[in-house]
């Protein structure tokens, strides 16, 4: 079991950049892989970007080239660096873990945060 704490959302200008924290807290096994998500109003979840425990990253091909995952495994926190950001990156965004590798296309990961909400002005 996990739970996960996001922050850093806010509202910020395109071009513009925004740093979101996951913090962890459980047992490492149901971290295994961890993620981020969004979800804009009247829109599908889409998987932005995802790390798992061998250091494998992917990215949606809609961030590529701006947004960034890291994680600091000794302060259990999973961040999401934001750069040039547009405003159709407008969205709730959701920190997601689970023991297995999950596709950020398709899969639904076992847990998930509350969500921090990310605007971007033009």
């Known amino acids: 079991q996990v739970q996960l704490v996001e922050s850093g959302g806010g509202s910020v200008q395109a071009g513009g950049s925004l740093r979101l924290s996951c913090l962890v807290f459980?047992?490492?096994?149901?971290?295994?892989?961890m993620g981020w998500f969004r979800q804009a109003p009247g829109k599908e979840r889409e998987g932005v970007a995802a790390?798992?425990?061998?250091?494998?990253?992917s990215y949606a091909d809609s961030v590529k080239g701006r947004f960034t995952i890291s994680q600091d495994v000794a302060k259990n926190t999973l961040y999401l660096q934001m750069n040039s950001l547009k405003p159709e990156d407008t969205a709730m965004y959701y920190c997601?873990?689970?023991?297995?590798?999950?596709?950020?296309?398709?899969?639904?990961?076992?847990?998930w945060g509350q969500g921090t909400q990310v605007t971007v002005s033009s």
């Open positions: 997601a873990a689970d023991p297995r590798r999950i596709s950020l296309s398709v899969g639904y990961p076992n847990y």
């Open positions: 459980g047992d490492t096994y149901s971290s295994n892989w």
């Open positions: 790390i798992d425990i061998y250091g494998m990253i």
